[in-house]
T-cell receptor, first 111, second 114 residues
Framework: QQQVKQSPQSLIVQKGGISIINCAYE??????FPWYQQFPGKGPALLIA?????SEKKEGRFTISFNKSAKQFSLHIMDSQPGDSATYFC??????????FGTGTRLKVLA | GAGVSQSPSNKVTEKGKDVELRCDPI?????LYWYRQSLGQGLEFLIY????????KSGLPSDRFSAERTGGSVSTLTIQRTQQEDSAVYLC????????????FGPGTRLTVT
């Protein structure tokens, strides 16, 4: 019940394409769903986050779609660029300090 | 301002040796976390410190792992009698809990046990 399942494990997208990464959770008590971006040799950095009272949040080229009934949320990267090549982690939290992280998706955007 | 810093950035040690990993959180951040990131895995929670409260050690994988935080700032993660399965990247993060626990991560320490 504490797991967050992330897919795909790796993703290759052409420049200008849309990258989509999916996560699913079981615990309905989760109320905060952030996405982190991690470049090689760096720690993860918060990219965008959503709470379950909204179905979508957009920041620039990055959009989170949230489906509360399906207990799923996804990250969409529009007009993907080579600079977006990184590992992306979804996470879930229930108002405490404990985050549950997905296993990560390694994204490669081809020039 | 400075972010979270960790040292060393890389550590190679022989099986059975003890290692100490250091984390300097962002100034003023009262909460500090340690995570372990193994190849192809997500971030595994190890331990959480918040102010003067007793730390949450529930994620420490064995009694060979310990951590302390001195003066509410710098933290040291110690692994005794290292094993090859301890090889991973150890990440530290800090946060201000009153702002929703948004975590700021350091660059990590890559530990290799030979």
């Amino acid at each position: 019940q504490q797991q967050v399942k992330q897919s795909p494990q790796s993703l290759i997208v052409q420049k200008g394409g849309i990258s989509i990464i999916n996560c699913a959770y079981e615990n309905t008590a989760f109320d905060y769903f952030p996405w982190y971006q991690q470049f090689p040799g760096k720690g993860p950095a918060l990219l965008i986050a959503i709470r379950p009272d909204v179905s979508e949040k957009k920041e620039g080229r990055f959009t989170i779609s949230f489906n509360k009934s399906a207990k799923q949320f996804s990250l969409h990267i529009m007009d993907s660029q080579p600079g977006d090549s990184a590992t992306y982690f979804c996470a879930a939290n229930r108002g405490t300090y404990k985050y549950i992280f997905g296993t990560g998706t390694r994204l490669k955007v081809l020039a | 301002g400075a972010g979270v810093s960790q040292s060393p950035s890389n550590k190679v040690t022989e099986k059975g040796k003890d290692v100490e990993l250091r984390c300097d959180p962002i100034s003023g951040h009262t909460a500090l976390y340690w995570y372990r990131q193994s190849l192809g895995q997500g971030l595994e929670f190890l331990i959480y410190f918040q102010g003067n409260s007793a730390p949450d050690k529930s994620g420490l994988p064995s009694d060979r792992f310990s951590a302390e935080r001195t003066g509410g700032s710098v933290s040291t993660l110690t692994i005794q009698r290292t094993q090859q399965e301890d090889s991973a990247v150890y990440l530290c993060a800090s946060s201000l809990p009153q702002l929703g626990y948004e975590q700021y991560f350091g660059p990590g320490t890559r530990l290799t046990v030979t």
